[in-house]
């Protein structure tokens, strides 16, 4: 399949397979840590899955809006990394998994789920007709089928292309992104309501879907810059890529960086000016036990360290730092999402043990095994998109 | 529908001359006044001199002229202010932010979208100084050395907004007449009057379109657009703070900041538009303002509509979801209370009808999208309206509820800000060029060197 | 009649891909002062000039931070230093609050400091007299056409070979620039009668304005005059009333708030029996017993109780207060004594409170203590 008046190089490969070998070890070595974490202490356990799980949710998500917003835009620089992100972003598959053992552990994780406490709080009984455990599951299954949706078909019509060089497909592709938009804002806020706002049952914040959002998409665009600049080092993705597609990749980066740190603020400093005790209690633990050295390292971890070290133009096309950036994003997001659950589940202040790191290793797995098992003879990039080519000789 | 995939629009239609680009852009500037240019000044500056009467009465005789009571202490006043900010974010965005994204088609409108930024801060900034009652003592808003020995309050997000909105200014100037002087320095080289050409060698500064100097321009605009971006985002965001830090119910909501910006991009981009569509008119701009700009731009205002949309969804919500009895009488009073009109019109202009622009032949029907675009700007004044005056109008305590009406005096000086706005538009089309020289001419085709070989 | 004097040799091209070429040659020809002119920045030149990246970033850096600095220190500085306030029960250094303005100071030092800098020292603009000004090949430049120029000051000038060198690559037109001679003999004088003029407005328009402001406008002379007010102060006659006094009595049956009736007026033994001191003696109590005592009863009592007046014989000397007589009194029956007055002694009750009667005693009973201290005492 030569395109012809384009230079594209490239040359269908297989990852090692030594990647899924791995993956599997990983997998492994997470599965039985997390078994035996679940049996020391099930909420505990549970309390660490809904992490991972809002973990591997984000870096769909972000990857799903990123597939979304290239299609709604137009934009080129992105066309030869989107294979892989759409083989990346089938984290979405994986995610619910790890929801069984919170759906085993309700009471413990959602305290609203529990009759007995609904029954003393008087203003728990007010939300029933929203977080009552029906409409709870119903929400999940929906918002997972509805997101699986979007993704297959943005992968389906992407790797047709493959095969037959129609650009019905690309036509097709933008009015679903456009159509995916209200309902990717909708289910991506109502799993950061049911799953990160309501372990806080009577806390509130009309800003937390934004927030989640933001945390989202600059997972998202962690995990694919690592993917692809891993892919790219090692010639798995197309010749000539680089430069200026790594820069757009950095400065979208930098920008969310800014865009998270001012939604986290904007909520934090309303919440602080305003002093209404509806609102504070939920920072109380959080800054007023030994959370408060979490709370003090989450504008460090997530804004000032990986704002000063992308900042310069330079800095956005280093493969190098780029790939240290990635990594600190997500290190980022999920010390977020840790300090948004944990001081729910122990609110006397801050505490780690191999405990906490059971699940992100299930997650990194499952997420590589999953990888390597779906690239398998396949293209890693989407060969005859008519996008391509200006995608690989992108200037800017 | 047809969507060429391989190539974006180009962003001027046809292929002119770099010549005929001088000649055209600068003509509005060089031709006298026609008929046209004439009624429109003088329905403007009519307007600007009610607004002006109706100004001067009120310093007269004090601000109880308006329609402000106790409790709806914030009214007219303060939604102008907030309408007009907001209207300002449509230039620096559409300047900086796609700038940044390297949108080409932003070059027709971008030296307009940022006058218009200026003008509309200019009226905004006006409001806030005839609301504190003694415009003449303004200068106290700045910390200065003063015979008090006080300082201004820093912690007041009414004083942030004294530093946003004049750095705000500031910075848009600088931006537009930075991206001016290159073409003042074109249109003294066109000059044949002596005067002009005076006037314009001291306003380009003496610039020679040299390389050596281009090269630290164009790092220059990339880092004035860097610093516009999130400075945009922080003005209305910090106009949001001064509702949001209180404990009004129907103020104090953590979502206020995007959700201010996103109205304030909404409106902004209405506005630009409506105005585009009278300018390519009937300056024949049509091959520069292409119709593919104005439909990018009803696709923005789609955007951003559903943007708002999503807010007023999530502040019923959590309103409700909050279990607050202040919070959830708050928002029923808003749909169905005393202002039930506002928040109705609001809903039907910012929700509703830019849902029209799901279709591409509505986004490329000139009549249609001016109707919408004009409900869009009445729609989000009527934002502002609802969210400042039917709060407060109802708030803790019943014994103080008031129903608002403006006055006559309320009214005209709105009327007389949309008079300055536009009248000093149309000062800014016959004096300056609308079009930015030479960026346009660095965009249209053929205008730069095929990289020929060269792997990158 | 003066010579021309040559500036620049400089060519005009046609094409985007023309000028590139031509900088690209010019450059590698070894002529180190150069310049291209075009209507709008060609991609690519930079490259083809080999010119250094521009280091404007950092500038912009630097006084970004530096404003944040000084935006910080200075409100901290001024809310919680120079003035502090309670605002809203937040803490004088409340560093959220001060974020907003911390961004807006760091952006608009940057933002102007970069255009400034700019301007002022990487493009020694403005520069009206720079003799390309109004010559062809400017207005060529501004326009359509793409332009080249060696200067005459590089070392390796020669208008011949810079003009073949043009010819071989194709250029349109070639055009000398001469010095404007008008130019070159005020060049560097900064004392041309204009210039000074101009500076002179300056200096008057900018220093009556900040006069004007600061001292007039935003100036309010200080509230002296708020003694002279329509009414009637104090000790002030007034004709309204029937006695002439600006003055009026409470109503009959008036009653301060906090004030209680005194029952024992006249009954002094009765108040040494139902009286109970509500005071417990502690540094506070004792301090302002003290500060009451000394203000009060020492004139004619002495510092130390002891009935040493120091009024030399305005009064009768007052017994002292250490007899057994006033150390065996319970402390109603001395707070009867303060509160009715004894023999010359008046009634203190309007001049101190009954609290700080009860604290004058407990005063008393320690000077009384200290002056009669028994052995166990001094232990």
Redesign the interface.
């Known amino acids: 399949m030569s395109q012809q008046e384009n230079n594209i190089v490239y040359t269908q490969k297989n990852l090692p397979s030594k990647l899924l070998t791995i993956g599997v070890v990983i997998l492994i070595v997470g599965l039985v840590l997390a078994g035996a974490s679940y049996l020391i202490d099930p909420v505990r356990a549970s309390f660490n899955s809904l992490i991972s799980m809002m973990f591997g949710l984000s870096v769909g998500l972000g990857i799903l809006f990123i597939i979304g917003l290239e299609h709604l835009t ?1 934009a080129v620089w992105s066309v030869p990394f989107r294979r892989v992100a759409e083989y990346l972003g089938g984290i979405l598959y994986i995610v619910p998994i790890l929801a069984i053992p919170v759906f085993l552990n309700m009471h413990g994780v959602f305290s609203w789920s529990d009759p007995a406490v609904i029954a003393k709080d008087h ?2 009984q ?2 029933v007709p ?1 977080l009552n455990t029906g409409f709870f599951y119903i929400r999940f299954a929906l918002a997972f089928i509805v997101l699986w949706f979007f993704f297959t078909m943005f992968k389906r019509n992407s790797i047709k292309m493959d095969s037959n060089p129609s ?1 019905s497909y ?2 097709s592709s ?1 009015i679903l992104s ?1 159509v995916m ?2 309902f990717f ?1 909708i289910f991506t ?1 109502i799993m950061a ?1 049911d799953w990160l706002m309501s372990v806080v049952p ?1 806390w ?7 927030y989640y959002f933001a945390g989202s998409f600059l997972a998202g665009l962690g995990a694919l810059t690592l993917v692809v600049i891993m892919l790219n080092k090692r010639g798995y993705l197309a010749k ?1 890529l680089g ?1 200026d597609n790594y820069y757009s990749l950095g ?1 979208f980066m930098f920008a969310i960086t ?1 865009f998270w740190s ?2 986290a ?12 005790p ?1 609102e504070t209690f939920w920072f109380i633990p959080r800054l007023h036990t030994s959370w408060v050295w979490m709370t003090a390292g989450l504008p460090l971890i997530k804004f000032i360290i990986p704002y000063i070290f992308i ?3 330079p800095s956005k096309k280093d493969p190098k730092r780029l790939t240290i950036a990635a990594i600190m994003i997500m290190f980022g997001h999920y010390y977020d999402l840790f300090w948004l659950v944990m001081p729910a589940y122990h609110k006397e202040g801050f505490f780690f043990s191999w405990n906490e790191l059971a699940f992100p290793i299930l997650l990194i797995g499952a997420t590589i095994t999953y990888f390597a098992i779906v690239t398998k003879n396949k293209n890693l990039i989407p060969v005859n998109d ?2 391509l080519p ?1 995608g690989i000789n992108f ?2 | 529908m047809s969507v060429d995939v391989l190539h974006e629009p180009s962003v001027i239609e046809g292929r002119p001359t770099f010549h005929e680009i001088n000649e055209h852009i600068t003509k509005p500037t060089e031709v006298r006044p026609d008929r046209k240019y004439m009624i429109a000044l003088a329905i403007t500056s009519s307007l600007l001199a009610l607004g002006a009467t109706c100004m001067i009465i009120t310093h007269w005789y004090g601000i109880g002229m308006w329609g402000n009571n106790n409790p709806v202490g914030w009214a007219f006043d303060i939604v102008n202010f907030v309408f007009w900010i907001g209207i300002g974010h449509a230039g620096t965005l559409i300047s900086a932010i796609l700038f940044l994204f390297r949108q080409k088609w932003r070059t027709g409108i971008a030296r307009f979208a940022e006058g218009m930024t200026i003008f509309a801060v200019m009226t905004a900034g006006i409001f806030p100084l005839m609301h504190v009652g003694r415009p003449w003592l303004d200068g106290w808003l700045f910390p200065y050395p003063n015979q008090n020995k006080l300082w201004v309050n820093f912690t007041s997000p009414l004083l942030w907004d004294v530093f946003a909105v004049s750095t705000y200014f500031t910075v848009s100037a600088i931006f537009w007449y930075m991206g001016l002087v290159p073409d003042f320095a074109s249109m003294r080289d066109r000059a044949t009057v002596k005067f002009k050409k005076v006037i314009y060698s001291i306003f380009s500064l003496g610039w020679r379109h040299s390389n050596r100097h281009w090269q630290h321009y164009e790092m220059m605009y990339l880092i004035l657009a860097g610093f516009a971006t999130p400075l945009v985002l922080s003005v209305h965001t910090i106009v949001s703070f001064d509702f949001a830090v209180s404990i009004l119910p129907g103020w104090h909501t953590t979502i206020f900041p995007p959700y201010f910006v996103a109205g304030a991009v909404f409106s902004g981009f209405a506005m630009v538009q409506n105005v585009l569509i009278f300018v390519r008119k009937i300056f024949n701009f049509e091959h520069i303002i292409t119709l593919d700009t104005l439909e990018k731009m009803n696709k923005i205002m789609l955007a951003t509509g559903m943007m708002v949309g999503y807010a007023y969804g999530m502040e019923f919500f959590i309103a409700w979801y909050s279990g607050s009895p202040m919070e959830m009488f708050v928002f029923v009073n808003r749909a169905f209370g005393n202002y039930a009109w506002a928040y109705w019109i609001m809903v039907s202009c910012n929700v509703i009808f830019p849902q029209f622009f799901w279709s591409r032949k509505i986004r490329r029907t000139i009549p249609l999208m001016f109707i919408i675009g004009v409900f869009v700007n009445v729609g989000m004044w009527f934002e502002r309206f609802v969210i400042i005056v039917s709060s407060l109008s109802r708030d803790f305590l019943p014994s103080s509820w008031a129903y608002y009406t403006p006055t006559f005096y309320d009214i005209g000086i709105l009327l007389g800000s949309f008079g300055l706005f536009f009248t000093l538009v149309l000062l800014f089309i016959k004096t300056l060029p609308v079009v930015s020289i030479a960026e346009v001419k660095a965009v249209i085709h053929g205008s730069q060197p095929t990289h020929k070989g060269g792997n990158h | 009649m003066q010579e021309k004097v040559l500036y620049a040799m400089s060519a005009l091209f046609d094409t985007p891909d023309a000028i590139i070429q031509a900088a690209e040659s010019v450059q590698k020809a070894g002529y180190k002062k150069f310049d291209v002119n075009t209507p709008y920045p060609v991609h690519g030149m930079d490259n083809a000039m080999k010119l250094k990246p521009s280091t404007l970033g950092y500038f912009a850096f630097i006084i970004g931070i530096f404003g944040a600095i000084m935006a910080v220190a200075g409100m901290g500085y001024l809310t919680g230093v120079d003035y502090p306030n309670v605002m809203g029960g937040k803490p004088f250094f409340a560093l959220p609050a001060f974020i907003p303005i911390t961004f807006e100071v760091t952006v608009l030092s940057a933002s102007v400091a970069t255009v400034v800098i700019m301007i002022a020292f990487f493009f020694k603009l403005p520069n009206n007299s720079h003799p390309v000004h109004n010559t062809e090949y400017m207005k060529n430049v501004s326009d359509d056409k793409f332009g080249v120029l060696v200067e005459a000051k590089d070392a390796m000038f020669d208008a011949a070979k810079v003009e073949d060198l043009f010819r071989s690559l194709g250029a349109s037109r070639i055009i000398p620039i001469y010095y404007d001679l008008e130019d070159i003999r005020t060049v560097g004088n900064i004392f041309r009668p204009k210039f000074v003029l101009f500076l002179a407005i300056v200096v008057f328009v900018s220093a009556g304005l900040t006069y004007g402001v600061l001292n007039r406008l935003l100036f309010i002379p200080p509230f002296t005059w708020m003694v002279y007010q329509p009414r009637v102060n104090a000790q002030q006659k007034s004709n309204m009333f029937a006695d002439g006094s600006g003055m009026r009595n409470p109503v009959d049956g008036t009653v301060a708030r906090g004030w209680m009736p005194y029952r024992y007026s006249g009954k002094p033994d009765e108040a040494g029996l139902n009286l109970v001191n509500p005071l417990i003696p502690n540094t506070h109590t004792l301090d302002l017993g003290k500060k009451n005592f000394d203000v009060y009863c020492s004139p004619c009592h002495g510092y130390l109780a002891k009935g040493d007046s120091r009024l030399r014989g305005q009064f009768p000397n007052p017994p002292t207060l250490h007899s057994d007589k006033v150390r065996n009194w319970t402390d109603g029956r001395i707070y009867a004594v303060i509160t009715d007055g004894q023999n010359s002694m008046p009634s203190y009750s309007r001049l101190v409170s009954p609290s700080d009667r009860w604290a004058v005693i407990l005063y008393i009973r320690e000077l009384q203590r200290a002056l009669n201290a028994k052995q166990e005492d001094l232990k």
């Open positions: 137009g203003v728990l007010g939300k929203y650009e690309v036509k933008k456009a938009m209200p804002a806020t309501v009577r509130f914040s009309t800003i937390f879907g934004v000539g430069g400065a800014n001012y939604i603020f904007s909520q934090y400093m309303l919440i602080w000016y305003a002093n209404l509806e900042l310069s133009q008519p996008k200006q200037h800017l």
